[in-house]
């Protein structure tokens, strides 16, 4: 227990200044500084091995480029296909779009005008040739690989321009994504072996590596940005660990009606997931305003 | 426009009396009359293909009969890893346990006490045990699958008791689970690999005959409990369909934060997901709550 | 802790059969269960006086014969001021009106075409000239009453039609609304003091009464529907027992932002408003479809 | 219609770069920046009027402060008795306090040890001694005040420390506060009621002055933290404005179960209460977090 301070907000403040100035705040705010301590721990323990998970709509809304600064600090990057498409679809020289006006939104006139809508943000239907031709001109190379990841390593290497993929294939960052036959990239896998070829990348391969990873980490750091499978997958793999030992989890969803996405994280205690003396913290809030403020407040 | 009827609640009022009087009355329960009324179109259309999707803990909970009984008028059942495993839990005779008294809940204790928590409903950890004892057992009868709707099914084929699993066995029903890696029968099957065997369930495979399914069907409907990869994965499948002509989605999730999973129902007409002269709803409330509302009322 | 029994939904299933097999189920059902229980103890316990504070718009979306029924086993009611103007509304004999098709609802047309929007509830912006003339006629009447819950009985007393506001002042049923002023009933009497009439209803003057009525009673029990002043008011009032002895709150807010409305129940054990020993629960779910199941399953 | 462009988090960066950085974001973070700008144009339009709402637990919690420094930029000002009471007990040397290890949070205990709880915010019990001697000494002051706004001002002036009271009466600006009776004052002075003593406070008499101001207004612009009666008591004045030109709400709020606080501001345009031209933003977070963030872009 410790005394609440007022937040005071000076002119021409910092964001680390900001943060730092939550911390005597209750409600979400203490939670934001808490989160930017733990975060400056984690990255900074170098016996700790950092695990990153991200699903929600995070590259098309424009959080792209702070995922990528923050997979400086990450060992093992977990997300959704569709992340990974979307990104994708960047490094091919496409573009993603804001509704500037939402009073009125009208999903049948975007339909006609061909633009698919997530939230506020669109992209043109029309990207999928693009994507096309990338993987007809790659199919080959992709059918060879054994496993997802090195499937994900593949397209990073083969695809033009920078981002997450590419990121991750230079630097050597594994990625997991046991979704991802549900992406615009399964999509894309899909079309030729509906053509009639045929790939060989099995389900089950790289729990190897996740496990493995977790197995020998001497401590483990999760941050998890907003659930889903890449929650849920690195948990199952922190089973055999003795328990993250740094946890910040990032989401807007509800415990009540059960779900991984909206479970605190210290339900993992139960489970071995989470250390009883890990420094952990649940951010209930949107992680495109809550997530630059951390990250920000420890740079 | 309607005029708004005061719903009245008579002794002995049965459910699909109850449901019926939600009709004339806003927000919530007028959602949930809509939905009574879709399901009933939907089941009774001769001529549409029923898209399940089962997102969120919803074995574990006690909603399995529940969905036992929607899987009758169901084409194409699409879940999560974790919901499959737990049926096959309790189909080798273990159970699930509500904590009754939820004023404090230490996740430390339960950790000591070997139980795993998922909001109020616990597992034994020992669990385990008996699911490796029959994956040891059957590994070779699933590693010759070569997709993971034939690994469910031989699942399903092989388990001794009853459940989801062996009813879709059973009625040839199609069960899709692209994440299934992420689970503990993903975990199972990580186990036989360490040990040095090997698998070969390609990951793209099965997305031929849900793409095919839609594609085919004159027409569509959906039910979405709760978003994550079994709503995305079906809504991706639907993009070769006219879109969807019947849909109803359960979910507490919101649609700021831009995910799935909150999305609403109409963000679908965009991407040609659903008609836009569908028959639509989105229901927001705790699936163990509407779904039996929903379904009872149409019986 | 007990085992999870599975919910099974059968043919011509009553509301209370359907609640009691929810009782065995986690997450929401088993709250609806357990406030099934919790109200049919509250309003059958003899010793009990109930409490019943009522926020959020349950008049004009269609819950106002719900709330009357529910009147029949409350001592003390607490309520907005809006939904106490709507009530008057109907009964002057106007109506609310639902919105169909929610696809897209354009504010700026229901302005021009006179409609007042809450959510999917609509009502005509001219049913003010039949209040006004109300409060004109009777103006005289109400300027007398020296506190709120005079005030209100007098408009119970006069409205020709029946409502919630006519059955507490035949029943005699304390209705409480600190609020007041900020509601179409304040407007209206802010319209007469405009005219430079004058009224002398003190603020504070009906505390008396609420509290003493919780100081003296042996048990007391609240049943919330959506937090707001109606839940605080009788929370204070609580603090003058010796803590509440049953407990049922439904609402959709979140507790993370610190509001009392988001505020599980066992907050107020803190404080003394509610009984350590109290048999209570948090049913997270819209009120229109929690409040019918749960008082459809006692009567 | 806009590019999405992706947000760069840069080393010592500054709050007012950062929300300027996420205008080309989607989702919460774009609405943040879209937040700031309305603010901005709200606070510097020498033609508007700005109504400030404040419900939720602001004051406890630590953001004092922040609200002190906004009424610099306010015309009119509502909140809820509960803030207005926490302020006063810091004025009178009181604190409050923060739980800091939040895993197990046990109210019997806090009952027993004479701590209040608000979410992870503490309050001792025997702050109410400090109040009581306030309101024995100053009750003569305060009877003779004819209506709310007057009764605060009163507090203000007489209260020792600084605060929001104090700041309120020493600028003249109107506090509106139609719940007070619901709040640690209204028990006070309810204390001395009970001692046989008579207040004269009436309830409806400074609507006169919220509405006149609204309807003399060139422009006016609002400000919400957190719905409640403080955001419909601005909406209702409102009625007898244009329409309001300018409007930030920040809630965490859902609009499907009808309430206000949740409820989007452009509803208010079926109403008259904002005008169908205005600039507005709905955030969806909590205020400790995202007032901060818009405040501190525009100093």
Same mark, same amino acid.
């Given at each position: 227990m410790k005394e609440v301070k007022h937040l005071k907000i000076e002119k021409d403040m910092g964001v680390s200044d900001l943060v730092r100035g939550m911390? +005597?705040?209750?409600?979400g705010a203490g939670k934001i500084a808490r989160a930017g301590e733990i975060m400056d721990k984690m990255f900074k323990d170098g016996d700790c091995k950092v695990f990153f998970g991200v699903a929600g709509a995070m590259v098309p809304c424009g959080m792209k480029q702070v995922i990528l600064d923050v997979l400086d600090y990450t060992d093992i990057f977990v997300t959704t296909g569709a992340n990974l498409t979307h990104d994708l679809i960047e490094s091919l020289g496409e573009k993603h779009y804001k509704i500037e006006n939402e009073r009125i939104v009208d999903d049948v006139l975007l339909a006609e005008k061909g633009f698919d809508r997530i939230y506020n943000v669109l992209m043109k239907n029309g990207v999928y040739e693009k994507l096309e031709d990338f993987f007809k001109a790659n199919f080959d190379s992709f059918s060879k690989c054994g496993n997802i990841k090195d499937f994900l390593w593949k397209i990073g290497e083969l695809c033009p321009g920078g981002g997450i993929l590419k990121k991750c294939y230079d630097k050597k960052i594994p990625i997991f994504c %046991?979704?991802? *036959? !549900? =992406?615009g990239i399964g999509l894309m896998m899909w079309g030729r072996i509906a053509e009639g070829k045929t790939t060989n990348i099995d389900?089950?391969? !790289?729990m190897k590596e996740i496990i493995d990873f977790s197995w020998t980490a001497k401590k483990t750091g999760v941050l998890y940005i907003g659930g889903g499978l890449p929650k849920n997958f690195i948990q199952q793999a922190l089973q055999? =660990?003795? +328990? *993250?030992d740094y946890g910040i989890q990032i989401t807007t969803d509800r415990p009540e009606s059960g779900g991984s996405s909206g479970? %605190? /994280?210290?339900?993992g205690i139960s489970w071995g997931k /989470? =250390?009883? !003396?890990a420094d952990f913290v649940d951010v209930v809030c949107d992680a495109t305003i809550a997530l630059p403020l951390i990250f920000g407040s420890i740079l």
């Amino acid at each position: 227990m410790k005394e609440v301070k007022h937040l005071k907000i000076e002119k021409d403040m910092g964001v680390s200044d900001l943060v730092r100035g939550m911390r +005597g705040v209750g409600f979400g705010a203490g939670k934001i500084a808490r989160a930017g301590e733990i975060m400056d721990k984690m990255f900074k323990d170098g016996d700790c091995k950092v695990f990153f998970g991200v699903a929600g709509a995070m590259v098309p809304c424009g959080m792209k480029q702070v995922i990528l600064d923050v997979l400086d600090y990450t060992d093992i990057f977990v997300t959704t296909g569709a992340n990974l498409t979307h990104d994708l679809i960047e490094s091919l020289g496409e573009k993603h779009y804001k509704i500037e006006n939402e009073r009125i939104v009208d999903d049948v006139l975007l339909a006609e005008k061909g633009f698919d809508r997530i939230y506020n943000v669109l992209m043109k239907n029309g990207v999928y040739e693009k994507l096309e031709d990338f993987f007809k001109a790659n199919f080959d190379s992709f059918s060879k690989c054994g496993n997802i990841k090195d499937f994900l390593w593949k397209i990073g290497e083969l695809c033009p321009g920078g981002g997450i993929l590419k990121k991750c294939y230079d630097k050597k960052i594994p990625i997991f994504c %046991p979704g991802i *036959a !549900d =992406s615009g990239i399964g999509l894309m896998m899909w079309g030729r072996i509906a053509e009639g070829k045929t790939t060989n990348i099995d389900v089950f391969t !790289d729990m190897k590596e996740i496990i493995d990873f977790s197995w020998t980490a001497k401590k483990t750091g999760v941050l998890y940005i907003g659930g889903g499978l890449p929650k849920n997958f690195i948990q199952q793999a922190l089973q055999f =660990s003795k +328990g *993250a030992d740094y946890g910040i989890q990032i989401t807007t969803d509800r415990p009540e009606s059960g779900g991984s996405s909206g479970a %605190p /994280l210290k339900e993992g205690i139960s489970w071995g997931k /989470l =250390s009883k !003396d890990a420094d952990f913290v649940d951010v209930v809030c949107d992680a495109t305003i809550a997530l630059p403020l951390i990250f920000g407040s420890i740079l």
